[in-house]
């Protein structure tokens, strides 16, 4: 009998303001990812900007480092989703959006993830 992978959903909340913290949830989802679980990342709140390629592009955890878009993409190529929360109200420019990105989501959606989801990360 096969072992099923654990459901792991992070939910990501830091955003350019932090940019130290962006990239860890990233790193977290391509290591538990090619670990076998199934890892969603969710984007809420000022992390909805990390979609955006403008920032993406150029959004550095440290002054040397790796853009943001390279740890997105690691986590991508691992197997893991990329969700970004609908914000009502907000204007939003899709064409804008980063292609790594899966879905645009509801809060309703982000709660049924919680219920669903074995370990849930916030970072």
């Known amino acids: 009998m096969e072992a099923q992978s654990q459901q792991v959903l992070i ?18 989802a391509t290591l538990l990812a090619c670990m076998d679980a199934q890892v969603t990342l969710f984007l ?18 440290t002054e040397d480092g790796e853009p943001l878009l390279h740890f997105i993409r690691q986590a991508k190529d691992a197997g893991a989703r990329l969700l970004m929360c609908r914000q009502p109200g907000v204007p939003l420019d899709e064409s804008a959006l980063i292609a ?21 990360l916030t970072l």
Request: charged residues 20%.
């Open 11 to 28: 939910l990501v909340a830091s955003g350019p303001s932090t940019p130290a913290r962006c990239a860890a949830p990233f790193h977290i």
């Open 44 to 61: 809420t709140g000022e992390a909805v900007r990390l979609a955006q390629q403008n920032i993406a592009n150029t959004l550095r955890a």
């Open 100 to 120: 790594e990105l899966d879905e645009i989501s509801s809060g309703g959606e982000l709660a049924q993830l919680i219920l669903e989801a074995e370990r849930v």
